[in-house]
């Protein structure tokens, strides 16, 4: 979604200066959540890329802890839902209620009018709601009885879903799944990291003291410069390239769409911004690429962990399969 539809005074920040805020973020997300760095940068990554995010990890590894940690580093409005069967679209979206000192019906509006949104276990909730929820990740608006409301620039979406309890859960849909511009794991921490979080929650709990390092309108700024970020054609054909080798490659039923590609571009101008650079190289495209493409395809066979598993040793394929460019044009 652009931004601009609903910023248009929004001016994007110079290239040096995402990187700086990229490194505040990180740092003080680190207080919180230790030994994750490079998980923390490809949040930052989805944030940055003006895309929404997918936590599927299984239960106490610190998803909610991570989207907390990240809602408290910006000054910005914070939402939690805690997704349940019985939740409808309207408890997200908001309701026209009769006033009666008005004589007249007022809009309430529900959570989903904030900056940042943490969607709790969202699989655990019907496809209606689901879908009221992904409607407005894409539209950057919602609907209500024929009135249509712009929802708060920036607009981040971090959903969280656990993958081995299946029972009582409503997974999303192929469809759905790609609206998320990557699925993340956060994975156990190594015992280092492990025995330093027990000190650090000993006490207290350091989100109750963590403090916003950036406001909203520097992510606005930064995600207005982050387009500013040139792509060769080259680069550009290599995106193409992966992207339909994703669609014709032994053992795909599905590969990656047309919106994936242009996630895998933004992707990596985010990647080359964040390491100062104002250009994209094939390396920024490989770095990135099995976070936004896995969630994309289907393999044969594919289900449950095993089945992740699969998908990611075929994009692993897919990226050794497809050739990369040179500066000259020429191919590796």
Known sequence: MD??????????MPIGEIRT????????????????????DLVLTALFASGHLLLEDMPGTGKTTLAKALAKSIDADFSRVQ????????DLTG?????QKKSDFVFRPGPIFTSILLADEINRTTPRTQSSLLECMEEGQITVDGVTYPLQQPFFVIATQNPIETSGTFPLPEAQLDRFFMKLSVGYPDREAESAMLGRFQQQNPLDSLKPVADKDQILAARQAVKTVKVS????GYIVDLARASRE???????????GALALMRGAQVRAAFAGRDFVTPDDVKTIAPHVMTHRLITRGS???RGENTTAQTVAEILGSVPVPVENGAAQ
């Open 3 to 12: 931004e601009t539809k609903h910023s248009p005074q929004t001016q994007p």
């Open 249 to 259: 490659f032994q053992g795909v039923r599905l590969g990656m769409s047309p919106r």
């Open 83 to 90: 997704f349940t069967p019985d939740i409808l679209p309207s």
């Open 21 to 40: 805020l990229a490194v505040a973020l990180r740092n003080n997300i680190s207080k919180v959540i230790n030994g994750k760095e490079e998980v923390i």
């Open 303 to 305: 289900s449950g962990l």
């Open 233 to 236: 054609d080259a680069v550009r």
């Open 95 to 99: 309701i026209n209620f009769f006033d």
